[in-house]
T-cell receptor, first 114, second 110 residues
Framework: EAGVTQSPTHLIKTRGQQVTLRCSPI?????VYWYQQALGLGLQFLLW???????NRGNFPPRFSGRQFPNYSSELNVNALELEDSALYLC?????????????FGEGSRLTVL | DAKTTQPPSMDCAEGRAANLPCNHS???????VYWYRQIHSQGPQYIIH???NNETNEMASLIITEDRKSSTLILAHATLRDTAVYYC???????????FGAGTRLTVKP
């Protein structure tokens, strides 16, 4: 069974640019979560999607947005990039039905903003 | 804005039990305690979770106090591969608000 896959694995952008990160959940999983992890820090919750709907959002500005597609894959968009957006962006998925809290994480997309 | 407090770091000798504490004094009745770990440069890995009762699986044991205000994750026989950052999370199944704190950096030493 393939795990959660994220792309790209690494990317470099400059201030003011826009970036789109992609996540494919484990087959059969319907929920997708996005987290930001700046260097040396803990994970900061960004977004939770379930069945195509945004269910919860962390304390991030509106320039962080995303969506979930009918096949349950997801995109995270960050507009007007700032230097402090440099981080590892992690995607996780979970099974449908009762939320179990068991999240399966991908290896992340490492974004560097210059 | 995590709801848990953990020591920033701990050491453990290889082969000995590692006991990682977590305080969650504001936990609500419908909130579960979850534990994850993150090995350097990898995505976090689910370990175990519980509500009231103690739990055990192939990875670890979870001991939750009777008042549910704190818990302890126990790795019975720590190995060098258990060196990681361990996160304790409190969340309800209603909002699945899985918010990670700073965690405890466990170093298992030979």
């Amino acid at each position: 069974e393939a795990g959660v896959t994220q792309s790209p694995t690494h990317l470099i952008k400059t201030r003011g640019q826009q970036v789109t990160l992609r996540c494919s959940p484990i087959s059969g999983h319907t929920s997708v979560y996005w987290y930001q992890q700046a260097l040396g820090l803990g994970l900061q919750f960004l977004l939770w999607y379930d069945e195509g709907e945004e269910r919860n959002r962390g304390n991030f500005p509106p320039r962080f947005s995303g969506r979930q597609f009918p096949n349950y894959s997801s995109e995270l968009n960050v507009n007007a990039l700032e230097l402090e957006d440099s981080a590892l962006y992690l995607c996780a998925s979970s099974r449908p039905g009762t939320n179990t809290g068991e999240l399966f994480f991908g290896e992340g997309s490492r974004l560097t903003v210059l | 804005d995590a709801k848990t407090t953990q020591p920033p770091s701990m050491d453990c000798a290889e082969g000995r039990a590692a006991n990682l504490p977590c305080n969650h004094s504001t936990i609500s009745g419908n909130e579960y305690v979850y534990w994850y770990r993150q090995i350097h440069s990898q995505g976090p890995q689910y370990i175990i979770h519980g509500l009231k009762n103690n739990e055990t699986n192939e990875m670890a044991s979870l001991i939750i106090t009777e008042d549910r205000k704190s818990s302890t994750l126990i790795l019975a026989h720590a190995t060098l591969r258990d060196t990681a950052v361990y996160y304790c999370i409190v969340s309800s199944r209603d909002n699945n608000d899985m918010r990670f704190g700073a965690g405890t950096r466990l170093t298992v030493k030979p």
